[in-house]
């Protein structure tokens, strides 16, 4: 079955670069997302990448895509401290002929130390 | 639009009652998501609906989890009875149509005693 992996916590300074990685299973994947959850909310789109592209940049956002080893990462440029919550990678995979189930990854805690 | 509505935001309730949570998607959306979060498992798929359909429940845990879509502007998950291991916060999001964004409520945090 589809699997999404990401490592747990991450700790940056502020100012610095951070880039939280994930790995998929499914190589049928169309999208990839990557979504932020902030504390007491719901999830919200930060970004996404058609499979066919191996890169997008969208302001301080850059993602990353390597198909062939079916890794995803986001890079946030110049991090705040309002950047500290739980990041998601997410794919999108078939089911039934219809590109609709989003399997999401455990999620990384950005920690943005001041 | 008001986003994604879900109710209770909090519940707490005992071993062996019944709950329900409810959800009502985003009007105009046709695809509506059922999640469930923990620290341990992080975000698990419990069951999605395309047009009021359900299309695929495997990631409901047992017999005990049931969910409805009666029509396009309402969706309920019921535990019965509920155990101390379902304590979770649900999510309900809705989408568009695929693979268009996807939008969260904020949210019922059960906690079963």
């Known amino acids: 079955g589809e699997d999404v992996e990401q490592s747990l916590f991450l700790s940056v300074r502020e100012g610095d670069s951070s880039v939280i990685n994930c790995t998929y299973t499914?190589?049928?994947?169309?999208?990839l997302y990557w979504y932020k959850q902030e504390p007491g909310a719901g999830l919200q789109l930060l970004t996404y990448?058609?499979?066919?592209?191996d890169m997008k940049q969208d302001q301080r956002l850059t993602v990353l895509l390597n198909k062939k080893d079916k890794h995803l990462s986001l890079r946030i440029a110049d991090t705040q401290t309002g950047d500290s919550a739980i990041y998601f990678c997410?794919?999108?995979?078939?089911?039934?002929?219809?590109?609709?189930?989003?399997?999401f990854g455990t999620g990384t805690l950005l920690a943005v130390q001041p | 639009d008001a986003g994604v509505i879900q109710s209770p935001r909090h519940e707490v309730t005992e071993m062996g009652q019944e709950v329900t949570l409810r959800c009502k998607p985003i009007?105009?959306?046709?695809?509506l998501f059922w999640y469930r979060q923990t620290m341990m498992r992080g975000l698990e798929l419990l069951i999605y609906?395309?047009?009021?359909?359900?299309?695929?429940d495997s990631g409901m845990p047992e017999d005990r989890f049931s969910a409805k879509m009666p029509n396009a502007s309402f969706s309920t998950l019921k535990i019965q009875p509920s155990e101390p291991r379902d304590s979770a916060v649900y999510f309900c999001?809705?989408?568009?149509?695929?693979?268009?964004?996807?939008?969260f409520g904020e949210g019922s945090r059960l906690t079963v005693l």
């Open positions: 609906f395309n047009n009021n359909v359900p299309i695929d």
């Open positions: 499914d190589s049928s994947s169309t999208y």
């Open positions: 999001a809705s989408r568009e149509g695929a693979p268009g964004e996807l939008f």
């Open positions: 990448i058609f499979s066919n592209m």
């Open positions: 997410a794919e999108s995979s078939r089911y039934g002929g219809a590109t609709n189930k989003l399997i």
């Open positions: 009007s105009g959306h046709n695809s």
